[in-house]
């Protein structure tokens, strides 16, 4: 896009929790760690609003918001759904962190809302990106959660149930209003592609950075 910026690193860079490593990714980006604006990550689904470039850290929330150019909304993951979310008309950008427990908490329709309310953005003209993540093929909970998610995103296995996370969120999306057209779910998993770090997989402490951004 023209006007905004967003993507997800890969394994490559290694772990963009560490400071070191971060500067470096960041660098390529042609950017430096005072641009970007994190979230303390608590697999809720709080959402803020980033109305200046003071603040660099918020807590206890899961997603960002903002219209200010200039900056970068970033989020860690290793198997959760970065949510990239586009308002082209009222120049408006969000980045949501959906592991299962955001998703049941419909981290999305929170998101949304507050972009309609806050800053006008429409869902009929929202463009929404599902980023790198533990796709259905993978992603087995246990009967103590399976309960918690539509019976249409899971699929009963051999092996026992399987979640599909991005039809959970992008139905979410579309009873709210976005066109199903203007949702795209990115086709790797984290868990089977060796380019991205998976918690399931490895039992890592090591994270991908996901970024978005006004031009």
Known sequence: MEWAKYGTSTAEWGDLKQEAALEVYLKSLGRESADVVRCKQVHGNGVEKVLDREQKIF?????????????????????????FLFDKKNKAVGLLHAGWRGAVQEISLEGSTILRESF??????????LGPHIQECCFEVGLDIVDQFPQEAVRKKSKGFYV?????????????????????VTAECTYHDSRYFSYRRDKTNKRMLSYIGIV
């Open 120 to 129: 006008g953005s429409e869902p009929s003209h929202l463009k929404v990106v």
């Open 164 to 184: 599909n996370l991005s039809r959970v969120i992008g139905d979410q999306l579309v009873r709210f209003g976005v066109l199903k057209k203007n949702i795209k």
């Open 59 to 83: 807590p206890k929330c899961d997603g960002l918001l903002t219209q200010l150019p200039g900056i970068l909304l970033g989020i860690f993951t290793a198997d959760c759904v970065p949510i």
